[in-house]
C-alpha cells in the first residue's frame, strides 16, 4: 500500500473501539429490555389512570335500593315509597343529584343472572336509585334510619370501601410496574457495565498506550461512553418500536371499557382516520414515555460507561 | 528538569509488593541535559524509563519531571505531563489499527492540534523517517525497521520536552542507526532532554555523553 500524500480521513479509532461479537449484542439486549419497559411502563400507567377513574367516579355513588317501590309510604299519605325516597334524599345535605334507573336499565343490570327476558318475570324487583355525591357526600350511618323510617326494607349501598380496595389494588400495581421499570434499568445498567469491562479488557493494550500518549480518562471515557450511548439509544429504540404494537393491540382490547376510544378492530382497514384514532387509543402519557425511552437508554448507557471506564482507568497511574 | 530523591520501585504480585527493581535512585538531569543510560540487562533501565514515562509511580522517594512533583500531581496533571515526554519503546507499541500516518498523528490529535495543522508535520517527519511512501501502511505490513522508525517518528513529533527511548536503535541498520542519533542530538541541542537506554556500546562510543549507569536497580555512575 504505497502512498505519498497524507490521507484524507481522519483515522479515529484509535482504541479499536469498532464492536466484536459480543459487542454487538448490546443493541439487541438493550433492544429487549426497552421491550419490557414499554410494557411495564404502559402498566403503570394504565393502572394508575384505571385507579384514578374509580376513585373519581365509582367513589363519588351511591346506590339505593327500594324494595316494593310502588307501595305506598308509610308516613306521608298520597306518595309511594319510591318518591318518599327520591324526596328524602334530594333533601340531604352532601347529595349532588338522584336519579331512579328506568325499567329498561334495571332490566340491562339483571340481564347477565337472568337472562334478555328478566323484564317479564314476575319477580318482585325493587326501584334502584343512583346517587351522585358531593364534596364528602352524606353522612351514611346518619341517613339509613332516615330511609328505614320512609320506606322500610331500603338499603344504602356506598361504594367507597370497594373503590378503595380496587384503588388501593391498581396504586399496588402502580407500584409494581415502576418497580418493573427501575429493575429493568438497574439490569441493563449492569449488562452496560459488563459490556464495557470486556471491552476495556480486549483492549488494554491500546488503551494503555493512548494512555501513556497523555490521553486524559475523561477522553477514554468518553470514545467508550460514545459508542455505547449510540448502541444503547439504537436498541432502545428498537425495542420501544418493537412493542408499539403490542400496546396498540392492548389498547384496542380496552377500549370499549373506555368510553370514547374508537377500536381498530371492525373499522375500515387502510383508512387513514381510524388507524390515526387507534394510535390516539395511546394515553398521552404513554407516549410521552415511548418517546422518553430511548433517551433513557442512552442516558443509561453514556453515564454507565463513563463511570465503569473511570474507575477502570484507575488501574493505571 | 528531571530530579529523582533516592526513588525505589518495586511491582505489586497480587497483593504482596514484588522484589524491588530500582532501589535508593537519586540523580539530576537538568534542562536539556544528554544522558545515556547503561547497565545489562535486568539492571533496571526499563525500569527507570517507565518511571521517567509516569507508567509507575514510584513506592517510595521523590521525582519531579518538569518542575511537577509527580507523587502530588492529580491523574490530569499527570496526563499533561504525559503529552510533554516523548517515549519510543523497545517494543515499538504502535496501535495495529491505525495507519502509520495516524500512530504519528495520534499525540498531535490528543493534545487537540486542528487536523490542517498537524498533518503536515505528520507527513514531513514519516518522510523524514524515510517513510515518505507508507502513509497509509498499518504496522503489520512494515518491517520491524520501519516500525521503529513509526514509533520514532511519534515520539517526537509532538515535539516532546523530554525524549525518552528505550534501545531505539535496536532494529535499525548503521545509517538508520546515525540519521537517529543526528534526530535526537539536534532535538537535544533545541532544547529537549534526553535520556537513551542501550547495550550498543559502539554507538555510545560514537556519540560520547554522560551517562547513568544502573546495576541490580541501584545507579553506580552518574555524570
Known amino acids: 500500500m504505497a502512498s505519498t500524500r497524507p490521507p484524507r480521513r481522519r483515522g479515529g479509532d484509535d482504541l479499536g473501539l469498532r464492536p466484536g461479537l459480543g459487542e454487538r449484542m448490546l443493541p439487541l439486549v438493550v433492544a ?49 315509597r319510591l318518591d318518599r325516597t327520591l324526596a328524602l334524599l334530594r333533601g ?141 439509544a439504537l436498541g432502545a429504540a428498537g425495542g420501544t418500536l418493537g412493542a408499539l404494537p403490542v400496546l396498540l393491540v392492548l389498547a384496542d382490547l380496552t377500549a370499549p371499557f373506555t368510553p370514547g376510544a374508537p377500536a381498530l378492530i371492525g373499522a375500515a382497514s387502510g383508512a387513514t382516520e381510524p388507524l390515526l384514532a387507534w394510535l390516539l387509543n395511546l394515553p398521552a402519557p404513554l407516549w410521552a414515555g415511548l418517546l422518553a425511552l430511548p433517551m433513557a437508554g442512552s442516558l443509561i448507557g453514556y453515564v454507565t460507561t463513563q463511570i465503569t471506564v473511570r474507575r477502570w482507568l484507575r488501574q493505571l497511574p | ?56 509511580r514510584p513506592t517510595s522517594g521523590r521525582l519531579a519531571l518538569l518542575d511537577v512533583d509527580i507523587t502530588l500531581a492529580s491523574r490530569r496533571d499527570l496526563a499533561l505531563l504525559r503529552r510533554r515526554v516523548g517515549m519510543v519503546f523497545q517494543d515499538f507499541r504502535l496501535l495495529p489499527q491505525l495507519s502509520a500516518f495516524d500512530n504519528v498523528a495520534l499525540p498531535l490529535r490528543l493534545g487537540g492540534r486542528a487536523e490542517a495543522q498537524l498533518r503536515a508535520d505528520v507527513a514531513e517527519m514519516l518522510r523524514w523517517v524515510g517513510l515518505g511512501k507508507k502513509f497509509d501502511a498499518s504496522p503489520a505490513e512494515l518491517s520491524g525497521g520501519e516500525q521503529q522508525r513509526v514509533a520514532i517518528a511519534r515520539a517526537v513529533v509532538a515535539r516532546p520536552h523530554v525524549l525518552l527511548a528505550d534501545e531505539p536503535t535496536g532494529n535499525l541498520d548503521d545509517v538508520q542507526a546515525e540519521r537517529l542519533m543526528i534526530l535526537l542530538k539536534e532535538m537535544n541541542r533545541l532544547g529537549t532532554t534526553v535520556i537513551v537506554a542501550t547495550h550498543n556500546e559502539a554507538l555510545v562510543a560514537r556519540h560520547p555523553g554522560q551517562s547513568l549507569r544502573l546495576e541490580h536497580g541501584r545507579m553506580i555512575e552518574h555524570g
Open chain 1, 32 to 80: 429487549a429490555m426497552s421491550f419490557i419497559a414499554a410494557l411495564a411502563l404502559a402498566g403503570s400507567i394504565g393502572a394508575a389512570s384505571l385507579a384514578q377513574r374509580w376513585q373519581d367516579g365509582a367513589a363519588a355513588v351511591l346506590t339505593v335500593q327500594v324494595p316494593r317501590p310502588g307501595a305506598p309510604s308509610g308516613d306521608t299519605a298520597g306518595t309511594n
Open chain 1, 92 to 232: 340531604t345535605p352532601g347529595i349532588a343529584s338522584v336519579r331512579a334507573l328506568s325499567e329498561t336499565e334495571l332490566t340491562d343490570l339483571l340481564r347477565p343472572w337472568l337472562g334478555s327476558g328478566a323484564g317479564k318475570l314476575s319477580l318482585p324487583l325493587p326501584a334502584v336509585v343512583e346517587v351522585h355525591l358531593s364534596g364528602a357526600g352524606p353522612d351514611l350511618v346518619a341517613l339509613a334510619p332516615r330511609l328505614e323510617a320512609a320506606a322500610p326494607g331500603t338499603a344504602a349501598e356506598g361504594h367507597g370501601i370497594w373503590v378503595r380496595r380496587l384503588s388501593a389494588l391498581a396504586r399496588s400495581l402502580e407500584v409494581c410496574a415502576w418497580m418493573a421499570l427501575a429493575l429493568v434499568a438497574a439490569i441493563a445498567a449492569g449488562i452496560v457495565a459488563v459490556a464495557t469491562r470486556a471491552g476495556l479488557a480486549v483492549r488494554r493494550d491500546a488503551i494503555e498506550i493512548v494512555h501513556g500518549l497523555g490521553a486524559t480518562d475523561g477522553y477514554i471515557a468518553t470514545r467508550f461512553a460514545a459508542r455505547a450511548t449510540s448502541q444503547a
Open chain 2, 1 to 56: 528538569m528531571i530530579r529523582l530523591e533516592s526513588v525505589g520501585l518495586h511491582y505489586a504480585q497480587g497483593s504482596t509488593p514484588g522484589p524491588d527493581v530500582l532501589r535508593d535512585i537519586t540523580f539530576v538531569v537538568p534542562e536539556g541535559g544528554f544522558r545515556w543510560l547503561l547497565g545489562p540487562s535486568g539492571a533496571g533501565k526499563s525500569s527507570l524509563l517507565r518511571l521517567l514515562h509516569l507508567a509507575v
